[in-house]
């Protein structure tokens, strides 16, 4: 491939620009489109070296020369484009326009982050003060003495000084530390991602609260304790399939009162035994005993009571316990049931079990009460 063509520039004074700019405004009139292409060219090359002084006033200011070059060359080019040899001097007018565009560079690109143009201008104006000040008082003027240089409010100054800071923002890749082994971004904090559970753990302490003692307990262990299943049962006295049963029903309660505006009513969480229930009635032979519900420590007393009451009001006929709405039963219980048969035995009425669920009649059985559910 030949070598790339580089464009030769020679200097001239103002005055010769001017000329030049005259004699390239009167060959441009009426000539066809290519011949005013390559006189453009001409001009813009003759010109290229006075952009150049005009980009070199600014530089030092936080931009590369090379930018500020390329920007008043597209000045240049500007100015040469809408010359008018009417209006006076090329010079002055390609000053003014070269200028105004290597002021809009500065206040369009350079800044890190966004900032009104009035901050920006303020800005500048501050840092002017700043440095007369400097000059007339041997020493940093205070905001107080900038603000009444400058006959504006110290509120402006300070906004005008903090917004300075964001003309040229650190990098988050700038070396720190010894050796400049870190990065700046590393000292930075990161987005917190437990502020997003803080709701729902608030939630669900209130949720708690309108649980019973037991299963509060229960939870803590379980998630607080990090205990066992069997370790839990082993604390609180009962089966382990009795406990799996009661973490898995508070554990769906507390699902669904999450997704609900009024959590729904937890039977038992005022105290009411869980919801387990003993009646008594007479049926043609004897009593009927109906218990429904988990029978543990907290509800065996209520069974005590129910299964004594009907003892009591037997008089000799057979007493008949349901427990098909029984699905667990723990020590308490089963404890409660021998009392009762012992009481049963001492006023000679019979005691029979019915309706027991399997797990239910296997904790009777290994608790020698098989003979109970044989009579039935």
């Known amino acids: ?3 790339r063509e580089e464009v030769q520039t020679v200097e001239c004074p103002p005055a010769d620009l001017d000329a030049a700019a005259v004699v390239y405004a009167r060959r441009c009139a009426g000539a066809p489109p290519a011949a005013r292409q390559a006189l453009r060219e001409e001009l813009v090359a003759a010109c290229l070296p006075f952009a150049g002084r005009l980009a070199r006033r600014y ?6 020369l090379e930018d500020l070059t390329q920007v008043a060359r597209l000045g240049l080019v500007k100015a040469i484009d ?4 009417v209006r006076g001097s090329f010079t002055a007018y390609a000053v003014i326009t070269i200028t105004g565009e290597i002021k809009r560079h500065f206040r369009d690109k350079t800044w890190g982050v966004h900032v009104p143009r009035r901050i920006q201008d303020l800005s500048l104006e501050v840092a002017h003060a700043c440095t007369v000040l400097t000059s007339q008082l041997s020493g940093s003027p205070t905001v107080a003495e900038i603000a009444e240089f400058l006959r504006v409010d110290e509120d402006a100054v300070v906004e005008a000084i903090e917004s300075a800071a964001s003309y040229c923002p650190a990098s988050l ?9 870190g990065e700046l971004g590393d000292l930075l904090g990161g987005v917190d991602l437990d502020l997003e559970a803080v709701d729902d753990k608030l939630t669900v302490a209130d949720l708690l609260l309108r649980m019973p003692a037991r299963e509060r307990r229960m939870l803590a262990l379980r998630f607080y304790g ?9 604390e609180l006295g009962v089966s382990q399939m009795h406990v799996s049963r009661l973490l898995s029903r508070a554990l769906t309660w507390l699902r669904e009162a999450m997704l609900r505006d009024t959590p729904p009513r937890w039977e038992g969480a005022t105290g009411a035994g869980h919801d ?16 429904r519900g ?12 129910g299964l004594g009451q009907a003892v009591s009001a037997a008089s000799g006929q057979r007493i008949v316990v349901d427990l098909s709405g029984v699905p667990l039963i723990d020590a308490a219980g089963v404890a409660a049931l021998v009392d009762a048969r012992a009481g049963a ?12 669920q399997p797990y239910v009649a296997r904790i009777l059985a290994v608790s020698g009460l098989a003979p109970m559910l044989a009579m039935e």
Do not use: F, W
């Open 1 to 3: 491939m030949p070598a």
């Open 59 to 64: 530089r030092g200011r936080g931009e590369p």
């Open 173 to 181: 890749n700038a070396p720190v530390g010894a050796g400049g082994a």
């Open 82 to 85: 809408r010359y008018d040899p």
């Open 294 to 305: 988990e029978v543990d420590r907290d509800t065996a007393e209520r069974l005590r009571a």
């Open 276 to 291: 387990m229930r003993v009646s008594v009635a007479r049926m043609p032979g004897g009593l009927t005993v109906r218990v």
């Open 345 to 356: 035995a001492r006023a000679e009425v019979p005691l029979i079990v019915r309706g027991a």
């Open 226 to 234: 990090n205990r066992t299943q069997a370790e839990i049962a082993h």
